[in-house]
Every structure is written in C-alpha cells, then in structure tokens.
C-alpha cells in the first residue's frame, strides 16, 4: 500500500511516520527543504515510541520517498493526505490537484482542524476530512467527515495502521474534538487575560485533576460517576443550573492584542523555555506510552484500540516446532548508554512471553480472575549477544517440565536475523490467588502443559540448568 503526504510540517510528518511504521510505502511532497530534516526528526520520535505501545511486531517500515513534484508522489497512491496550512484558498488549490493528480480509487484525506468538507470541496475537488491528533504516530483517534462510502473505506484503512476512526453524523466547523479544546482554550485565554492564573497553573489545573480521568473515561462516564448512586440523572439536576451562572465567558474571545500574545509567549517560555521542542517531544511521547501501556491492561479508551490492533499483528505461529510467544520491533527507549538493548528488556520480553505461554495453556485472564494463576520463582538469563533498536526479537518457549505446581520454561529471544541474542529460564509455581499458597492447576491447564512437555521432550536446550559464573 501506498500513502502520498502533501505537505510535511508537524501533522503531515507524524501521518508518515504512521503509515510508514505500519508497513506502507510513504511518497512526501513539501516544497520546504527544511521538510526532509522535520520528518526525519519525527521518525526518530515514532520509531522510539510506536513499537513499544505493542507485544508483537509490527509489519516491516515500509519505504520512505521525497519527491518533488506532486504528481509523482501521488502516483499508484491508495492514501493521500494533505497537510497543508489551515488557509482556505490554499486547501481548495491543493485539493484541486489533487483530486486531478491522485488515482480515482485513492481516498483524498484533509487533516483540517475546522473546515467542513463541504467548504473543502466547494470548488469541485473529492475530498473528506480526515482530522488527526498530534501525535498521529501515537494517538488512534481520526476524525472523518464526508460522504459515506468514502469514510467507510477510510475507516477500514485507518483500523489498519491501529488508529480509531470516528466518523461524524454531520459536518460542523472544528468536527467534535476541536469543539471542546477550543472552548477551553478559550476559557484559558480569559483566565490569562484577567489575570487569574498563568499558563502554568492552567496546566498544573489540568493535569494535576481532570486530565487524568479523561483519557480513561472522558466526559460523560466521568460525570455518571460523580453522579454517586443515584447516577447521570442526578447529576444533571445538581450541576446543570450551574451552567447558566455567569462562570464562563461562554463564546466570547479575548481580543487576540499584541500584549496578550506576548503574556502568553513570556509565561510559556517561563513554564517550558528550558526544554527544546524535541525534548519536550520526548517527554510527551514517553508519557504517553506508559499510559496507553496502562489503559491496555483494563482495555479502556485507546488501550482497547491498540489491543484490537495488536490481535491482527500477531497471528498464532511456531518456529522450529516451538510455540512463538513474543515478538517486539525493539524501541529506541530500550536502549541505554552503551547503544543497546538494556538488560532489564531481555527479562521484559521473556516475562511478557512467560504470560503469553500461560495463556497458551489456558491460564490466561479469565482463569487468573477465577483465583488461580503462576508466580514466577526464579530465572536466570544468559546474555549472548547485542541487540539494537529496530531490532526485531521474537522469543520461542520451551517447556523443560510441567508436572503439578511447577512449570518449567526455557525463552530462547533470537534477533530479526535468527541470531540468538539471550535464552531465559524461569521456573513459575501455580499459585491460589486467595491464600497465595501453591496449589495444582486445574485440570485443563494441567492437560494443556503436559501436551506442550510431551512435544517437547528430548529437545536440546543448550543452557538451561547452568548457575551464574559456571565456566
Ligand atoms: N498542529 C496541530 O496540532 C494539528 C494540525 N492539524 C491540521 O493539519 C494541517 C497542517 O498543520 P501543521 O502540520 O500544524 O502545519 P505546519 O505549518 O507544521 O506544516 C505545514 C506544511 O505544509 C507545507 N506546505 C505549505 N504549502 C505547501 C504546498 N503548496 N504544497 C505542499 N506542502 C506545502 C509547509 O512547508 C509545511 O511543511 C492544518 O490543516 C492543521 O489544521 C490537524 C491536527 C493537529
Ligand atoms: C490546535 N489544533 C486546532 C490544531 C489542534 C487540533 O486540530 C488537534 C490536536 O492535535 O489537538
């Protein structure tokens, strides 16, 4: 598959780091020179972090292409996003070449934060919006306004680099998403007008409370909530009068003065001036990890998104016999000061496939939610060889033996080359959730491991039942 992105600036860069990362061919068209060094600094960013929101591999990078002439990066191209600056008269004359240039089957994508696609289309062009969030790379969520068979097909496209399409009943300026931020900026912007607060204490506001329920809940299950027992219904006759009290300057925007740009300017450099953008960047996409990462263990908000996503990465497969337990395209986070994987990512990725070889053999959430599950008691790792971002690992399970309240496993984690990079050996005891005791497993995963032992059993397993320092 093939994406054209016209215009690389901040959205059109993550867009092709996006499409890139999962596995299409991506053809960029920016007049900017500067473009070819941003986007570059944005893949670094997304190949640090994307990989790492999944416990299985994404497909192979795809090919990454500048060319200088819009009709050559449209060319053979199922997507084509534009990305230009939020200016009418520039969108509906890119929009017309494109709509000229791009094969008729391709969906033509704007990222418009506020147009309607009917503004957009307004001079003939065939486009829908298709309004991401910054980070594309990292954030599902796209919005798609525009005729329905065009957002139908966009949206399964979209399911299939893992973002969430939402695609809306009618077309309004700003979409949904936009409507609310804008009306918090705007709120933000008399709160800093008036001198009530300073850019910082908005955003303390804000991450230090609310901002933390809505990436797991958003607004309204948030509020049913607050509701208490007697729920939304309640709620509404609590809180809702308060809207018509004057809190809020409502739809009125403070005049956009000199002064008020420079306030702003001068508490913002006050806040943050002591990271770079790229810093910043950073920090942002590591937090976000660890949050998604989060939200994926309860499926809740874009976690269910990258679990649906994962499902499709990582089909059922065995090499040399033996189960395939995990796969990961290394992220440049799990290096460290010496330029490789860090230690502690070997136990990561064999702790992760133990979990997918209890699950194997029945003992996955459902059954851990019923009281029964295994700790694991011991493990040694040999370290055998380097492994480099981009790297991808997959790790293969042994079972050494699997008799009663002892599972005994040998990870083999070998580099996208073959090479064998660690072999892991852990000894897990099944446990009763409840006294914490060891106890047997149930039946059926005690079947499950002695069919797994018994295809196993004569296998070398160079390795394993060595001691720490052994010659
Ligand atoms: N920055 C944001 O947070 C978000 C922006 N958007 C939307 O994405 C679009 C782009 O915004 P940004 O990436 O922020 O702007 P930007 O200013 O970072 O990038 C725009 C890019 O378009 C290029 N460009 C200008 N004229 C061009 C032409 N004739 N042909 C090809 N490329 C051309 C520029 O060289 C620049 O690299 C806008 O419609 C904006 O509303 C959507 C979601 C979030
Ligand atoms: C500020 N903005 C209107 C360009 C923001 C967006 O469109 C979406 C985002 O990423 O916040």
Redesign the pocket.
């Known amino acids: 598959m093939k994406a054209a992105i ?9 867009w092709a780091a996006r499409f890139l990362l999962n596995g299409w061919d991506v053809a960029v ?4 020179p ?2 070819r060094r ?1 986007i570059g600094e944005v893949l670094d960013g997304a190949r640090r972090a994307l990989p790492a929101l999944y416990d299985a591999a994404l497909p192979p990078e795809g090919r990454l292409t500048y060319e200088d002439g ?1 009709d050559r990066a449209v060319a053979g191209a199922d997507w084509v996003q ?5 200016r009418l008269d ?2 509906h ?2 929009l017309g070449q494109l709509t000229e240039l791009a094969p008729e089957a391709a969906i033509i994508g ?6 309607r696609p009917s503004e957009l289309t307004a001079e003939g062009a065939r486009a829908i919006v298709a ?4 980070p ?1 790379y990292l954030l599902p969520l796209v919005e798609l306004v525009g005729g329905a068979e065009a957002c139908a097909r966009a949206a399964d496209l979209l399911r299939g680099i893992g973002m969430y399409p939402l695609t809306l009943r009618k077309e309004i300026d700003a979409h949904i998403a936009d409507r609310l931020l804008e009306a918090i900026w705007r709120e933000a912007l008399w709160l800093v007008t008036d001198g009530i607060a300073t850019t910082d204490e908005i955003d303390e506001a804000i991450r230090q409370g609310f901002g933390l329920r809505w990436a797991q809940m958003g607004l309204f299950e948030t509020y049913r909530i607050a509701g208490g027992e007697a729920g939304m219904a309640h709620f509404m006759e609590q809180f809702g009068p308060a809207l018509a009290w004057p809190w809020t300057k409502l739809t009125d925007v403070p005049a956009f003065t000199p002064e008020l740009v420079a306030t702003i300017a001068a508490q913002s450099d006050a806040q943050s001036g002591h990271l770079s953008i790229r810093a910043l960047e950073r920090l942002r996409d590591d937090n976000l990890v660890a949050m998604l990462r989060a939200l994926k263990r309860t499926g809740s908000g874009a976690g269910g998104t990258i679990l649906g996503h994962e499902a499709t990465l990582s089909p059922p497969e065995e090499v040399d016999g033996l189960p395939v337990t995990f796969r990961a395209q290394v992220p440049s986070s799990w290096t460290d000061y010496n330029g490789h994987m860090n230690e502690t990512h070997y136990l990561e990725a064999a702790g992760r496939a133990s979990d997918r070889f209890m699950a194997l053999v029945g003992a996955d959430a459902d059954y851990i939610a019923g009281g029964l599950s295994y700790f694991t008691v011991e493990s040694h790792v040999r370290y055998l060889d380097e492994v480099l971002a981009g790297d991808r690992l997959t790790v293969t399970t042994q079972v050494l033996s699997g008799a009663g309240k002892k599972l005994h496993l040998f990870h083999r984690l070998a580099r996208g080359d073959g090479t064998l990079a660690a072999t892991v050996e852990t000894l897990l005891l099944h446990v009763d959730l409840e006294t914490r005791r060891s106890c047997d497993p149930a039946l059926q995963v005690t079947e499950a491991v002695a069919r797994h032992a018994r295809a196993h059993e004569g296998r070398p397993a160079e390795g394993a039942g060595r001691f720490t320092g052994q010659r």
């Open positions: 016209v215009g690389g600036g901040v959205i059109g860069g993550g068209f920016d007049p900017d500067q473009a941003r819009m534009e990305s230009v600056p939020e520039l969108k004359r890119i704007s990222s418009t934060s506020g147009f309004h991401p969030f910054n594309v």
